[in-house]
C-alpha cells in the first residue's frame, strides 16, 4: 500500500520549525509560525496538538515546539525541494534571488522526487542555494557551514558572506545593489550600535574595491558570513 500524501498543512509546518532551528538555537513560537504562515495565531495551537498526534512533534501548549525524527525527515524533504527549486529557477531560467522564494513556495508541493532528482543533477548536485543555504542531500544530510551574523564582526575584521536570508524580497534587492552577495569578500570600517549602522568596504583579492558601503543593523543581521 502506497504512503498518503501528506497535507500542505503538514509540509508547511514542519518545514517553518525546523527551518527555525536551522540558524539559530532559540526555536520558534506559536505567534512567529502564524505571522510566517499568514494564518491566524488561533490556529496554530491545534494545528501544532494535530500534529503531535500524528506523530511528527513533541509540543504540549505553552511548551517549546520540536520535530521527532519523523517530522524532521519531512521537513529536510521539504527544506531539500525548495532549495533545489530556488537553484534551477536562478540557473536556468533566470530569475533574481530575490523572486525564487514564493515561486518555490508553490511547487514545493507539486514536484516529484524522480523530476526534483533530474533537476538536481541538471544542476551539478550543487551544496547551497542561491541565498548560501545548504541544500540537503538525498539521504538527508545537511552540511551547514559556521558562520555568524556580519553585525557580530569588530572594525578591521574580513569576512566571506555565507549566507543571506530569504526573508525579504525588499532586503535582497537592496543587498544585491550593494553587491552583498554570497561569496564576496568585506572588510568591517567601523560599528555605530548606537546609530544602528555599521560601515564595510568590499575586497577583491585581498585589496579595497568600491567605495565604503554603510549597512543598516537589520541588514547585517540577515548576513551570515565566515571569517576570511
Known amino acids: 500500500m502506497s504512503t498518503p500524501a501528506l497535507s500542505t498543512m503538514t509540509e508547511d509546518y514542519l518545514k517553518v520549525i525546523w527551518k527555525a532551528h536551522e540558524w539559530s538555537d532559540r526555536g520558534i513560537t506559536t505567534n512567529e509560525i502564524a505571522a510566517e504562515l499568514g494564518v491566524a495565531a488561533s ?8 500534529l503531535a498526534r500524528e ?8 511548551g ?45 508541493h507539486a514536484i516529484s522526487d524522480r523530476l526534483l532528482n533530474l533537476w538536481d543533477d541538471a544542476l551539478g548536485n550543487p551544496l547551497q542555494d542561491p541565498h548560501g543555504d545548504p541544500i540537503p542531500r538525498r539521504d ?16 578591521g575584521e574580513t569576512a566571506s558572506v555565507l549566507r543571506v536570508s530569504d526573508h525579504d524580497p525588499d532586503l535582497l534587492r537592496y543587498l544585491a545593489d550593494l553587491g552583498v552577495v554570497v561569496g564576496t ?3 568591517v570600517v567601523a ?12 575586497l577583491t ?18 548576513i551570515w558570513v565566515s571569517l576570511a
Not at 43 to 50: I, Q, T, W
Not at 140 to 155: E, F, K, M, S, W
Request: hydrophobic content about 35%.
Open 185 to 187: 569578500n568585506w572588510r
Open 140 to 155: 538527508g544530510t545537511v552540511l551547514r557551514p559556521d558562520g555568524r551574523r556580519l553585525h557580530a564582526l569588530a572594525p
Open 64 to 108: 517549546p515546539i520540536r520535530l521527532n525524527p519523523r517530522g524532521e525527515a519531512v521537513a529536510v524533504g521539504m527544506v531539500r525541494r525548495h532549495r533545489i527549486i530556488e537553484t534551477y529557477l536562478v540557473e536556468m531560467h533566470g530569475y533574481g534571488w530575490d523572486e525564487v522564494h514564493a515561486e518555490a513556495e508553490v511547487l514545493e
Open 55 to 62: 506523530g511528527y512533534l513533541d509540543y504540549e501548549p505553552y
Open 205 to 222: 583579492e585581498g585589496a579595497e574595491t568600491g567605495p565604503a558601503t554603510d549597512l543598516a543593523t537589520v541588514a547585517a543581521n540577515s
Open 43 to 50: 490556529s496554530v495551537s491545534g494545528n501544532l496538538g494535530k
Open 191 to 202: 560599528k555605530r550600535d548606537f546609530a544602528g549602522s555599521m560601515t564595510v568596504v568590499r
